[in-house]
């Protein structure tokens, strides 16, 4: 069973931040977070992850908030391009197998 | 760099022929998995290789799966006796190592279809 919840969908302008939020209420400590999108037709593809403190680089941003019980992932200026499904997953040390839930299918219109 | 290559990219096959699937993960990565994904679903594991370690087979769903990685590189999934429920996208990944701080990279996937 995932570990995480996310919306099943949204929405976003061209051009306007994104900001997709992701619940993981259960998380341990040791457990990083981690994000992948997946664009019709593709694998997945890894954006970031983090264990505590906000990373940032050259495709987005995450915040976890202080409790680790929620992350936001931040695109910036979303584009056209942007148009995926969003992939929050929790990763135990020593487990490599990603459980992927349904994810956020973001839309960014023009 | 290059990423991880898979192919084909696509195949069809009909239903009892056995197909061969193929990985070429990142360079310098150890660590080696195979997914599937069935039409709008999530990923299910299938198997993992680590180095010379044995791998986890175990989320293999029958017998007629197997899969090898040589000279810990190129990996192989084979499927005997092709059944219509396993057409679904084979996705490969890697990793430089199997810690949780090490993030898979996927290929594009294997879409099979079985008629």
């Known amino acids: 069973d995932a570990k995480t919840t996310q919306p099943p969908s949204m929405d976003c302008a061209e051009g306007r931040a994104a900001n997709l939020p992701c619940n993981h209420s259960t998380i341990s400590g040791n457990e990083y977070v981690y994000w992948y999108r997946q664009i019709h037709s593709q694998g997945p593809q890894y954006i970031i992850h983090g264990l505590k403190n906000n990373e940032t680089n050259e495709m987005a941003s995450l915040i976890i908030t202080e409790d680790r019980k929620s992350s936001t992932l931040i695109l910036p200026h979303a584009t056209l391009r942007d148009t995926a499904v969003y992939y929050c997953i929790v990763a135990s040390p020593g487990t490599y197998k990603y459980i992927f839930g349904t994810g956020t299918r973001l839309k960014v219109l023009a | ?115």
């Open chain 2, 1 to 115: 760099g290059a990423g991880v290559s898979q192919s084909p990219s696509n195949k069809v096959t009909e239903k009892g022929k056995d197909v061969e699937l193929r990985c070429d993960p990142i360079s310098g990565h150890t660590a080696l998995y195979w997914y599937r994904q069935s039409l709008g679903q999530g990923l299910e594991f299938l198997i993992y290789f680590q180095g010379n370690s044995a791998p986890d087979k175990s989320g293999l769903p029958s017998d007629r799966f197997s899969a090898e990685r040589t000279g810990g590189s190129v990996s192989t999934l084979t499927i005997q006796r092709t059944q219509q429920e396993d057409s679904a996208v084979y996705l490969c990944a890697s990793s430089l190592g199997r810690g949780s701080n090490q993030p898979q990279h996927f290929g594009d996937g294997t879409r099979l279809s079985i008629l």
